[in-house]
C-alpha cells in the first residue's frame, strides 16, 4: 500500500506550500501541509478566480461548483451562492447555472432562486450529463418540505438554462428509524455524482449524531437510488486531521482506478465546521477508499484570514491537464471559486 500511495501522488504532482499562520485572535493549532507532502509540488499556489461572491465582504460565499463539459466543448457550472443576512444554515439562497468556452470566463445565463423551489435554503449542487441521453442532469440538497436536509433533482433538460426551479423532487432521504435509539443517518446534503462503471454514484455527507460522514449510493437512471452496502456504514472513517468531518468532494478517473478527493476537519482547528481541508483516498471498485493523505491535508487555502477553506472541489481532465475548480477562503473571510490547471504531460 505504501508503493501505491507512492505512485497516486507521483502521478498527480499536486501539493501546496508550507502555509505560514496569520493572527486572527485564534491562539490553537492551525490547519498546515505535512513536509512529506508540502515538495512534490507548487501547482495549487497559481490559480485564476472565476466566480466571486455578490458582495466582497465577510461571510458572502461563492462557492461549492460543480462543473461538466459539454460535446461541443463548452463548460457549465452549476454554483452556490451564499449570503450572511439569512441565518447560519440557510445562507445559501441560489444556484447560479454559468456558461463558458474556454472554462475560465464564465457568464450567468440561469439561476434557481430557493423561493422558486420552495426550499428554505441551499448548498453543494451536482450537475450531470446522462451519457446516453446527453441531457443534464442538475442535484440540489436543502431542507424538503420543512423536514430533514435532502437530496433533490430537477427534471433533465436538454440545455442548462432550461431547468425548471418547480420540477424539484426528493431522490435521496434519511430513512426510517428502525428503533427509538437507532443512531441512524439523519439528514444528507453535498451531493457529488458521476457515472462510472455503467451507473450513476452518488457520494453524499449523511449526518449522524451531528457528525459529517460520507455515504455512497448507485443509480442504474439517476432518479432511484439505493445504498451500497449498510445504508449506516460511511466508507471513510474519523481520524486524524479529519477527526470533526469528513466529506465527499469529488471523484477523479485515472484509467487504473479512480482518485477519491475528500475534505475535512479536526477538532483542534479554529470552527471546523467551516474551516476545512481537502485529501486524496484512492479506490478501485468506487467504494473501498483507501486515504492517501493521513498526515494532514494536501490542499488548503494560501490567502487565509482564520479560516483555511479549500473545499466543495470537482476535478476534471482537461486537454492532458487536471482542472480543479474549488471554494477557497480569502483574507476577509469570503469565499470564492478558484480555477487550479495541473499539467501532466
Known amino acids: ?30 490547519p498546515e501541509i ?6 512534490i509540488a507548487e501547482n495549487f499556489n497559481k490559480y485564476e478566480v472565476v466566480l ?28 452556490r451562492m451564499r449570503s450572511p443576512e439569512y441565518p447560519r444554515g440557510l445562507r445559501g439562497y441560489e444556484i447560479r447555472i454559468l456558461k463558458s468556452k474556454d472554462g475560465i470566463n464564465f457568464n450567468q445565463v440561469h439561476r434557481i432562486r430557493r423561493e422558486e423551489v420552495p426550499i428554505p435554503g441551499f448548498e453543494r449542487p451536482a450537475l450531470v450529463i446522462d451519457p446516453v441521453t446527453k441531457k443534464f442532469k442538475l442535484y440540489a440538497c436543502g431542507p424538503w ?8 433533482k430537477f427534471d433533465d433538460a436538454d440545455d442548462p438554462t432550461k431547468i425548471d426551479p418547480k420540477s424539484a423532487k426528493p431522490v435521496i432521504q ?19 455524482i458521476i457515472h462510472a462503471q455503467g451507473k450513476y454514484h452518488c457520494y453524499i455527507i449523511g449526518y449522524v449524531r451531528k457528525n459529517e460522514r460520507i455515504f455512497h449510493y448507485s443509480s442504474e437512471d439517476g432518479e432511484k437510488w439505493e445504498p451500497v452496502g449498510d445504508i449506516n456504514q460511511p466508507v471513510m472513517d474519523l481520524s486524524g486531521w479529519h477527526n470533526f468531518f469528513i466529506r465527499p468532494a469529488a471523484v477523479l478517473p485515472l484509467g487504473v482506478g479512480y482518485l477519491f478527493v475528500y475534505e475535512g476537519s479536526s477538532t483542534q482547528w479554529y ?75
Open 271 to 345: 470552527d471546523p465546521v467551516y474551516n476545512l481541508g481537502t485529501g486524496f483516498g484512492f479506490t478501485f471498485d468506487m467504494h473501498n477508499i483507501t486515504d492517501l493523505t493521513t498526515a494532514s491535508p494536501i490542499a488548503i487555502s494560501t490567502t487565509p484570514s482564520n479560516f483555511y477553506t479549500w473545499r466543495y472541489s470537482d476535478w476534471l481532465w482537461v486537454d492532458g491537464e487536471i482542472w480543479i475548480y474549488a471554494e477557497v477562503s480569502n483574507e476577509n473571510n469570503s469565499n470564492e471559486i478558484r480555477l487550479f490547471r495541473v499539467p501532466m504531460k
Open 145 to 152: 418540505q420543512k423536514g430533514p436536509w435532502s437530496i433533490i
Open 1 to 30: 500500500m505504501r508503493y501505491l500511495h507512492k505512485l497516486i501522488i507521483s502521478i498527480l504532482f499536486i501539493s501546496i506550500g508550507i502555509i505560514i499562520s496569520q493572527d486572527s485572535g485564534w491562539k490553537g493549532p492551525v
Open 174 to 192: 434519511a430513512p426510517e428509524k428502525m428503533y427509538t435509539r437507532d443512531a441512524s443517518v439523519i439528514e444528507y446534503k453535498d451531493p457529488f
Open 34 to 39: 505535512a513536509a512529506e507532502l508540502s515538495t
Open 52 to 79: 466571486r461572491p455578490d458582495k466582497d465582504a465577510p461571510e458572502w460565499w461563492a462557492g461549492a461548483p460543480t462543473v461538466v463539459k459539454d460535446d461541443k466543448g463548452i463548460f457549465w457550472m452549476a454554483a
